[in-house]
């Protein structure tokens, strides 16, 4: 008796108390945070970086959200991944009229964020159109590192209950800085006479990053 | 490269053949509407010409052409077993489309069905003769035919209603980082300006 009451205090070193308060609000949102049931709804190039993504390379099971459902009936989370066609408006919005409460949208791509450059009498531009979208990923296709990013912006709106939808920002940009671009000029009689210039941009680059190992920040 | 199957459609069909150009190796003949059908049954049934690979049809708006039909209908035949090509063209319709009809071709190549279902949804051709004509790629509800330059090029059908923002509680105009132009930047404000040989990019 005594050693037990012993290791129960040591698991609460530290604390003058022998419990813990939360609101059950933040409780469910830790939990549903790790558990989503994806349903792919993939229609178009961005799938193949999906299945990319869904590799164990990019393992994700570390974010609970990694098992498929392929009825709207089981799943959570909504990946929308691909271009919507008008002819596919109605398919969509009935899948998520059937999934149940609490339900997520996830836009995999520039297609399901804003349709990208089909701007034309087939496409819908972007799927908050037509249903609730809670975070989008840029990207043509995105990169499975921007798309753990996003699905990380809708685990923190998961547990914080908050209403405004996350967008995935590009982690290098570039345009932005016209001494990052490189141009290529008829001037230049052998391409590997740019090589040096590249090098040298490459390596400003890796310095603004903080020398990070492949600049995973 | 085949420039004897164009000599053999002059000879057959004389004046039905409206003008002919082989350049760089690609032989073309226009063909009158009305002999459309025959011009396609001699091509395929003749033993020295034997097309029998219909490769693709469409269709081609100009809407500056009044006088001498707008809409072309263009179509790519190959010869398997001779290994020629040609191509076809056919101008029907006036400015506003009317009179844009011409003769179905399914009974020689049966492979055609769908190409011209495809360019009487996308350019607004009727085939005479077709087993059925009806809208392939866009939805029956669909109004006018995408392809035709008097089509709004921003006018989009949806099948169900889009949500507002008054309803979504949220913007719905293309959030950071998509610009309001996401996309065909130099179809809607023209090519790049060049000035003085040099344009804005060099």
């Given at each position: 008796m005594g050693d037990l009451g012993q290791a129960t205090s040591l698991t609460l070193e530290g604390s003058e108390q022998g419990y813990a308060t939360t609101r059950v609000d933040d409780l469910l949102g830790w939990a549903r945070k790790y558990s989503l049931f994806a349903y792919p709804f993939v229609t178009a190039c961005c799938g193949m970086e999906f299945m990319a993504l869904t590799s164990p390379r990019f393992d994700l099971a570390r974010f609970g959200a990694e098992a498929p459902r392929f009825s709207p009936r089981q799943s959570d989370l909504l990946w929308?991944?691909?271009?919507?066609?008008?002819?596919?408006?109605p398919v969509l919005k009935r899948i998520y009229e059937q999934m149940m409460e609490p339900k997520w949208v996830l836009a995999f791509g520039t297609c399901a964020s804003s349709g990208g450059f089909y701007d034309n009498y087939?496409?819908?531009a972007g799927t908050d159109k037509i249903i609730p979208t809670d975070v989008y990923i840029p990207g043509c296709p995105p990169r499975p590192e921007a798309v753990l990013d996003g699905l990380m912006l809708l685990q923190d709106k998961i547990a914080s209950g908050g209403r405004r939808a996350g967008v995935v920002k590009p982690r290098f940009d570039p345009a932005q800085n016209a001494s990052g671009l490189v141009q290529l000029r008829k001037s230049a009689k052998d391409p590997r006479d740019l090589l040096p210039?590249?090098?040298?941009?490459?390596?400003?680059?890796?310095?603004?990053?903080?020398?990070?190992?492949?600049?995973?920040? | 490269m085949s420039k004897f199957v164009l000599d053999k459609l002059q000879e057959r069909f004389g004046a039905a053949i409206l003008e002919t150009h082989s350049d760089f190796g690609d032989d073309t003949a226009v063909v009158a509407p009305k002999a459309w059908k025959a011009v396609c049954q001699f091509l395929r049934k003749d033993h020295a010409l034997d097309f029998d690979l219909p490769v693709d049809l469409c269709g081609v708006d100009y809407p500056n052409r009044v006088d001498a039909g707008r809409m072309e209908v263009?179509?790519?035949?190959?010869?398997?077993s001779k290994r020629h090509r040609i191509r076809l063209k056919a101008r029907v319709g006036d400015a506003e489309m009317e009179g844009a009809e011409i003769d179905s071709v399914t009974s020689i190549w049966p492979g055609m069905d769908w190409l011209e279902r495809e360019v009487f949804d996308m350019s607004g051709v009727r085939f005479r003769g077709h087993p059925d004509l009806r809208r392939i790629l866009m939805y029956p509800e669909f109004e006018g035919h995408p392809l035709q330059r008097t089509y709004p090029a921003d006018r989009t059908q949806p099948l169900i209603e889009y949500r507002t923002e008054e309803e979504a509680g949220v913007?719905?105009?293309?959030?950071e980082p998509f610009g309001p132009d996401e996309g065909m930047s130099f179809g809607r404000h023209g090519p790049p300006r060049v000035e003085n040989g040099r344009s804005e990019n060099d």
């Open positions: 929308v991944v691909g271009t919507i066609s008008q002819r596919q408006g087939t496409t819908i210039a590249i090098e040298k941009i490459e390596q400003g680059e890796r310095k603004a990053r903080g020398l990070g190992h492949g600049g995973q920040t | 263009v179509m790519h035949l190959y010869s398997i913007p719905l105009g293309k959030l």
